[in-house]
Structures are given as C-alpha cells and as structure tokens.
C-alpha cells in the first residue's frame, strides 16, 4: 500500500505537470481536440483529481476500494491509448501517466482476482460511452458544395506558370506547424512552386473558424501581409477564443471579422485531399493533378525541397 501511495501521489504531480504545459502534447497536430474536455473540464484535470483519490485511498488503507479505482483507471487509460494509435498520436505525458496507473493498479491487485478485469472493463465501457464508440477526428464537416469552385488567383503565392501546384494544410495551433512553418515557406518559395495554405477548421477550437477567415484575408493582400499573420498567429492556443487571441496579439485584429466564402470551399477541398486531421499536411501536384508528393506530419523538409526541384 505504501508504495501504491508513493506511484499514486506521483501520478498526481505528472497530471499536474500536465496543465501547467511543461509536457508537449501533439493533439491539435492530430486532430483530437474533440477528446480534450469532457462536460466543459479538461479531461487531465480529471486524471488529477482520480490520481488523489486513489492516493487518498491508499494512505487511508482501503485497500479493496483503492484496487477497484485504480483498475478501472487502467480501463480508461486502455481507452484513451486506443484512441490515440487510432489517430496516429504519440504523447509521453499519456504513457507515463497511463504506465504509472499499470504499476499502481498492479500493485493493488485483488485478492479476488476477477475484480481487475471487471473494474478495467467498466473504465473501458465509461469512457467510449462519454465520446463515441469510434475515433472523431476534430475537423469541421464542410457544407454541401454544388460544384467545384475555382480558387482565386489572389489565394495562390507563386509563378501563375509553375508547373508543380502546392497545398498545404496549416493549424495555427499546431506545434508542429509552428515549428516548420518559416522553413517549409522559404523551401516553397525558393522551388517556383505555385502554392497554398489551406486551414482546417477544428469544432474544439473556438477560433478555428475566425482563423481560417482571417489567413484567407491575409493571403489576398499578398505575400508580406499573409508571411505577417503566420509570424503572429503560429502557437496560438487550440483552447483560446476570439477574443482572447485578439488581447494577446492585436496586430492580427485588421484581419478577423471579415467574412470569406473560400473558407467553406476550403474545408469541401480537405476531403478532395484526403485530409485525415493530421497537420502539417503538403500536398503536390502537377496541373493535370499527376501527384508529385505527399506529407503530413513530422514533415521531412530536404525530402520535400528534392522533390520539388526535380
């Protein structure tokens, strides 16, 4: 029990650690912000508070009470972990915290053996009843589209005549984004591509929708004013609002508010390109749509400036 104690009150202080930022997480690079609340409360915040109540139980010696939450927390971490693979995510906090819950519930196992896989199994069918019996990617469904429409020549950065057409899917929230961003630019331009940011729309992100407008607006007064928001709006938070984004970064106000039809027609072009969540995401191709390359992800730049020369 002790020990159990000592691996609980840990696992409490790696949650901990958790909403104070000092983990990196790739979740809005992979499109599961929708499994980041749960009833409006960060679901961390609720690791934290099951992490102290085994603590609580351990220190209090119920032992009996202390193995069934701390094996149902197994179940949910089993859950939490399949979802995760389902969206191509890799996060250190989730194995520790997930691994650490492992020891502690092993710790604890029960003199009536069967308890453990009942109690994981309740913790399993909680939560794919709290969200869904499959993965959701957090990516906004685009309106009905009648007919392809052509993307304005002012949406475009490049030679008119370039023979390779570039699209790439950027989320301002994206940590991975953010980091590639300024290189990724110089290598497309340097390339004589003619190339694109398309930005996804992501129904947990309060300004996903006000973003993508914006970046369109940016990218219609040319190259200096769209490499301007980028500088400005790369790490913004997945969780802020409007409002909020506005208090902290005021040079992106002559942006936002201002309605663009493109956008709607954006997210209808994401599924064209098979878009499945995960940002960065380039697309190339030649102007009959041969494809020259595609990456998404942990982009491999020297790969995608090779490509593009040829």
Request: charged share 15%.
């Amino acid at each position: 029990m002790r020990w159990a104690a000592v691996l609980a009150i840990l696992q409490a202080a790696v949650a901990a650690s958790r909403l104070a930022g000092i983990w990196p997480c790739s979740e809005a690079c992979a499109g599961g912000g929708f499994y980041r609340t749960l009833g409006g409360v960060d679901v961390v915040a609720l690791a934290l508070g099951a992490d102290v109540g085994v603590a609580v139980l351990c220190l209090a010696s119920q032992r009996s009470w202390a193995a069934i939450a701390a094996w149902v927390l197994v179940g949910v971490g089993a859950a939490f972990t399949a979802i995760a693979v389902a969206l191509g995510m890799f996060c250190p906090f989730c194995l520790v915290h997930h691994g650490l819950g492992l020891i502690i519930a092993g710790l604890l196992w029960p003199a009536r053996w069967w308890i453990a896989p009942l109690a994981c199994s309740w913790g399993a069918l909680a939560t794919n009843a709290a969200f869904h019996h499959a993965p959701i990617v957090d990516v906004a469904e685009p309106a009905a589209v009648s007919a392809p429409a052509a993307v304005p020549s002012a949406a475009w950065r490049g030679p008119a005549e370039a023979a390779i057409q570039v699209e790439a899917v950027v989320d301002p929230s994206c940590a991975h984004c953010a980091a590639v961003f300024d290189d990724l630019r110089l290598i497309l331009d340097r390339s004589g591509v003619r190339w694109r940011i398309i930005v996804p729309v992501r129904p947990s992100q309060p300004a996903s929708a006000d973003l993508a407008a914006a970046a369109q607006q940016a990218a219609a007064e040319g190259p200096e004013a769209m490499d301007a928001f980028w500088l400005s709006a790369l790490g913004v938070k997945a969780d802020a609002t409007t409002a909020g984004i506005l208090a902290l970064r005021p040079e992106l106000a002559r942006w936002f508010h201002r309605p663009s039809p493109q956008v709607a027609l954006d997210q209808a072009r994401l599924k064209t390109l098979r878009f499945a969540g995960r940002t960065p995401l380039i697309v190339a191709r030649r102007g009959d749509g041969t494809p020259v390359g595609r990456w998404e992800g942990d982009l491999d730049l020297p790969a995608i400036a090779a490509t593009l020369r040829r």
